[in-house]
């Protein structure tokens, strides 16, 4: 029970770094549809980083790096070509795919035994991670889960308490006012998909090396869309995406824990679908999402 | 007169920057070759060549291009309307399931036409519902199609591995795949000496029929202006709930199409996992043919022909197959660059219009 809480909490740590990065974005009109090509690179990159310099920060280093690439020519062919983000994003996942699959084969050739690395460690916090239950489940984490903690409160704080917060709200609601002010709109737009890519880019190097320790080009397998939903999900807010990512995290958690035990009780594919299942009943059944007016609508100012 | 010349002057942009990002984007890949030390000369001049050494392997072009139009015809119906269908994959899946399923069973049972037509039908209705669900639970609970079709691709794929390693387990129970279908029940080729089934014809039709029901039906002229401006549509008396439900299942019904083809014209039996890009393609090739179902005709072709050469490339040169998304994925970037390109050269020429307008 205590492993599976643990597991849980540590399932949704990238979640919530994708879906946070994805509600800054959102809330400035912009969709990151190339969220899942961001959790892939950031997964390759963060691999290639650490086998190359057998350092897990190089390694993260090149996983955020790899992240922005991606996500700054999404975001400019989608802020300042103003080009359909869905069709855009789309393109830059395949694209991804191919460019991926392709440098690791540059990289490493074929090797005969797949190639790891020592994933990031749990890291307990002495004295606390000793109160039973809370102790090893909250406290027994690595470091990746222990920035999660503070990602929330503070990416609450930066939306709703401070001008920056407000600004970046505006441009998803009513960009001509941001105009009028005179913010760039598209400047603040660009940045938070740069954003995106940082945390989309840590995100995905939490599967490779945050506790894998290995790469394949399916290591991803949907969970950037996941992150995606939730993001939707959450209702566009810090704590709502967090709720949504332990949700999720949990329901992994689950799905490995009954593939690794065997359970005959249902068949195995029920629980690999199990977060998918949920993210379609959790959108049919929400009524009363906030979306940002300006959503996916690029800003061409009047002239 | 001039609305002639337009027109004109729109079409040759389009021509010329689609083929200019075809050319960008196969560059693109090229250079890519120097990182693994290949001449990229040496190994493009492989890939077309190679694709016309023979009668074999020139027909596969249109092999591979065939489920490619259905996809794409798929996601382009629903974007017609101004929805997303991210979820073609998921109904090519359905789609298969159910072809090689009913296809197992009325084997043998009569002709193989009559079997071959009811496996058709049975295929389209099952899409065809599936999708349908999408766009119900839009129209019902206004549910985010784009998430409901993307996450349901997911479901089908549980669905068909759980259907393989159970009822439809091949008899041997050694992998996860069905039987081999019966040679009563495979789509006929129309070439001798290629595997070029009568699927291609197939989706060449069914192009050029969705193309007369987006433009010369009443249906099709609701969905385009459902797609235009929806609050329009609705002040107009369209029903744009019923819309939806109807837009999907057509789309869900074109995706299970290749489904049919695949599995009764090339595979003939289901495989667990295969195709795994077909409704990525489609969106890709949807795109380059700007939603045109005549147009998406052309671009499969041409994203079959990269198909067939890269594979032939790598098995010839040492390149790996995934050059293919290499090639496809920078093909479509430069695709949407050019959409980029051509609505700067409209609003160039609407300009100069407007000056010799006022200058006259």
Redesign the interface.
């Known amino acids: 029970m205590i492993d599976l809480l643990t597991r849980a909490l540590m399932m949704s740590t990238p979640l919530l770094f994708g879906s946070i990065s994805e509600v800054f974005a959102e809330r400035s009109g912009m969709m990151v549809i190339a969220i899942e090509g961001i959790f892939l690179l950031g997964a390759w990159g963060g691999f290639v980083g650490t086998y190359l310099s057998g350092s897990l920060l190089i390694g993260v280093l090149a996983a955020i790096m790899a992240g922005v690439v991606t996500a700054a020519?999404y975001g400019w062919?989608t802020v300042y070509?103003?080009?359909?983000q869905?069709?855009?994003g789309?393109?830059?996942?395949?694209?991804?795919?191919?460019?991926v699959?392709?440098?690791h084969?540059?990289i490493f050739g074929v090797p005969i035994t797949p190639l790891t690395v020592q994933p990031l460690q749990a890291l307990p916090i002495p004295i606390i991670s000793k109160i039973p239950i809370i102790g090893p489940v909250i406290f027994n984490q690595n470091i990746l889960t222990y920035m999660m903690y503070l990602i929330v409160p503070i990416s609450y704080f930066i939306l709703f308490k401070t001008s920056i917060g407000l600004t970046i709200r505006s441009a998803g609601e009513n960009p001509e006012a941001v105009d009028v002010a005179g913010i760039n709109v598209n400047r603040i737009r660009y940045s938070m998909v740069l954003i995106a890519g940082v945390m989309g880019g840590i995100a995905g190097a939490f599967y490779s090396i945050g506790y894998l320790g290995m790469f394949t080009t399916n290591i991803i397998g949907?969970r950037g869309?996941i992150a995606?939903?939730i993001c939707?999900l959450g209702n566009w807010n810090p704590k709502g995406a967090f709720i949504g990512a332990l949700v999720f995290g949990l329901a992994e958690a689950i799905a490995i824990y009954m593939q690794s035990s065997g359970g005959v009780l249902f068949?195995?594919?029920?629980f690999?679908?199990l977060p998918?299942?949920l993210?379609?009943v959790l959108?049919?059944?929400r009524k009363s999402f906030n979306v940002p007016a300006k959503l996916g609508v690029p800003y061409i100012k009047e002239s | 007169m001039t609305r002639g010349v337009l027109m004109n002057a729109k079409f040759r942009d389009l021509l010329v920057t689609n083929f200019l990002a075809i050319v960008l984007g196969l560059g693109a890949s090229a250079l890519m070759l120097l990182l693994l030390d290949k001449n990229p000369i040496e190994a493009f001049g492989i890939l077309f060549s190679s694709v016309i050494r023979d009668k074999y392997t020139f027909a596969d072009i249109f092999v591979k291009a065939t489920p490619l139009i259905f996809s794409a015809l798929a996601f382009a119906f629903t974007f017609k309307a101004n929805l997303y269908n991210i979820g073609v994959q998921g109904q090519f899946y359905i789609g298969a399931l159910i072809a090689a399923a009913s296809s197992l069973i009325l084997q043998g049972r009569m002709p193989g036409v009559l079997a071959l037509v009811i496996v058709f039908v049975l295929t389209i209705l099952g899409g065809g519902i599936w999708g349908s669900l999408i766009g119900f639970v839009k129209a019902k609970y206004k549910a985010n199609e784009f998430l409901v079709s993307m996450m349901s691709t997911f479901v089908a794929l549980g669905i068909m591995n759980y259907l393989l390693r159970t009822v439809l387990m091949e008899t041997k129970h050694e992998y996860p795949q069905t039987n081999a279908l019966d040679t009563t029940v495979w789509l006929p080729t129309f070439i001798q000496g290629t595997r070029l089934h009568i699927g291609f014809i197939l989706a060449v039709v069914v192009a050029i029929s969705v193309w007369i029901l987006l433009y010369k039906t009443p249906l099709g002229y609701r969905i385009r202006v459902v797609g235009y401006n929806s609050d329009a549509a609705r002040m107009s008396g369209i029903n744009s709930k019923r819309l939806y439900v109807v837009a999907f299942f057509i789309s869900g019904a074109l995706a299970a199409m290749a489904g049919f083809t695949e599995v009764n014209g090339v595979q003939h039996m289901l495989l667990q996992g295969f195709n795994p890009d077909i409704g990525a393609a489609g969106l890709g090739i949807a795109i380059l043919a700007n939603a045109n179902p005549i147009g998406i005709i052309f671009a499969a072709i041409l994203f079959g022909a990269l198909n067939v050469g890269g594979t032939i490339m790598g098995q010839m040169s040492g390149i790996p197959s995934s050059i293919i998304e290499l090639m496809q994925g920078f093909v479509m970037v430069f695709v949407i660059l050019s959409y980029f390109v051509r609505s700067e050269l409209e609003t160039r020429r609407a300009k100069r219009r407007l000056f010799k307008a006022v200058e006259e």
């Open positions: 020519i062919i070509l103003k080009q359909n869905v069709v855009t789309t393109a830059i996942n395949i694209l991804a795919m191919g460019v699959s392709f440098l084969r540059v949907g869309w995606f939903a939707f068949p195995n594919e029920l690999i679908a998918y299942i993210t379609i959108t049919i059944t």
